[in-house]
Nanobody
Framework: QVSLRESGGGLVQTGDSLRLSCTAS????????MAWFRQAPGREREFVAA????????YYADFAKGRFTGARVNDKKTMYLQMNNLRPEDTAVYYC?????????????????WGQGTQVTVSS
């Protein structure tokens, strides 16, 4: 069993920054890829960024490139998402997920563990 918990969301203005955190507990595998997804009202959950475990590196959705940065501490149990230059269209619930060993995986079905989400709201 792996438990994931997100934190760091909030209400910000256009152009502001936020740093989200995700902490894994239970029996996490250091080999797993961990990823961020988001879901806005009326939309499907979409991939944001992934940080590898054994498959070292980062992987980003096109909209996140140049603005968002994923990172993982040395013990691989904590993952961050630094979000800069936020826009109203970034407003969503952001979820932490873990599961695949491969890094470049975008589908929700590939991730077996999920946090409860943290709300990010960007005002215009």
């Amino acid at each position: 069993q792996v438990s994931l918990r997100e934190s760091g969301g909030g209400l910000v203005q256009t152009g502001d920054s936020l740093r989200l955190s995700c902490t894994a507990s239970g029996h996490p595998s250091l080999m797993y890829t961990m990823a961020w997804f988001r879901q806005a009202p009326g939309r499907e959950r979409e991939f944001v960024a992934a940080v590898g475990g054994s498959d070292i590196g980062t992987y980003y959705a096109d909209f996140a490139k140049g603005r968002f940065t994923g990172a993982r501490v040395n013990d691989k149990k904590t993952m961050y998402l630094q979000m800069n230059n936020l826009r109203p269209e970034d407003t969503a619930v952001y979820y932490c997920a873990a599961g695949p060993k491969s890094l470049r995986v975008r589908t929700t079905t590939a991730y077996g563990s999920w946090g409860q989400g943290t709300q990010v709201t960007v005002s215009s």
